[in-house]
């Protein structure tokens, strides 16, 4: 799996928009990115995945570049309950080698 | 409701003394993997196992052994803990190896003395 690099914390005013960069430059053309999110110390929740397209669920949006290099998760009205740390992974079918290990992420205070 | 279940949520050990945790699906998948996670190192896979008696190394697999006898069931055994496998520990699940998304046990804090 092709590695990511996020920055390491950000801050959001509650209600504005939180836009959370992630670059994976080493990308392959069958792997997706895929987002989490973990609140305190439970298990990571999966946000939003996609490949080459933008994305929208009830949860966020997913913004990928054209050359699939980097990708914005966007949260479009930040509460407290978003504050979290974020993952961006990518996952996708790479012969036999299934590892997948997250980074540090990217930890999101929203601010009231 | 479909879920990963890990057991227990808590638990305090002293070094030597074998121990496994236990880990759960309920939703058929074919993966799953476990994870130690430890302050400012994000989640680092310790296994995972792509099928029944299909298991395979993660990134940091020492003192750990796994075992995948039944599709549901993944436990994580420490044979002989020691106090730098104190961890929060997550086992996960998904329906293949690539692009499906992960779903995550509630974890397993372990304290290792």
């Known amino acids: 799996d092709a590695k990511t690099t996020q920055p390491t914390s950000m801050d959001c005013a509650e209600g504005r928009a939180a836009n959370l960069p992630c670059n994976h430059s080493t990308i392959s053309g069958n792997e997706y990115v895929y987002w989490y999110r973990q609140i305190h110390s439970q298990g990571p929740q999966y946000i939003i995945h996609g490949l080459k397209n933008n994305e929208t669920n009830e949860m966020a949006s997913l913004i990928i570049t054209e050359d699939r290099k980097s990708s914005t998760l966007i949260l479009p009205h930040a509460t407290l309950r978003d504050t979290a740390v974020y993952y961006c992974i990518v996952r996708g079918y790479t012969s036999n080698d299934y590892k997948l290990s997250f980074g540090a992420g990217t930890t999101v205070t929203v601010r009231a | 409701e479909a879920q990963v279940t890990q057991n227990p949520r808590y638990l305090i050990t002293v070094t030597g003394k074998k121990l496994t945790v236990t880990c759960s699906q309920n939703m058929n998948h074919e993966y799953m993997s476990w994870y130690r996670q430890d302050p400012g190192l994000g989640l680092r896979q310790i296994y995972y196992?792509?099928?029944?008696?299909?298991?395979d190394k993660g990134d940091v697999p020492e003192g750990y052994k796994v075992s995948r006898k039944e599709k549901r069931n993944f436990p994580l055994i420490l044979e002989s803990p020691s106090p730098n496998q104190t961890s929060l520990y997550f086992c996960a699940s998904s329906f293949g190896g690539g692009n499906e998304k992960l779903f995550f046990g509630s974890g397993t804090q372990l304290s290792v003395l």
């Open positions: 196992s792509m099928n029944v008696e299909v298991t």
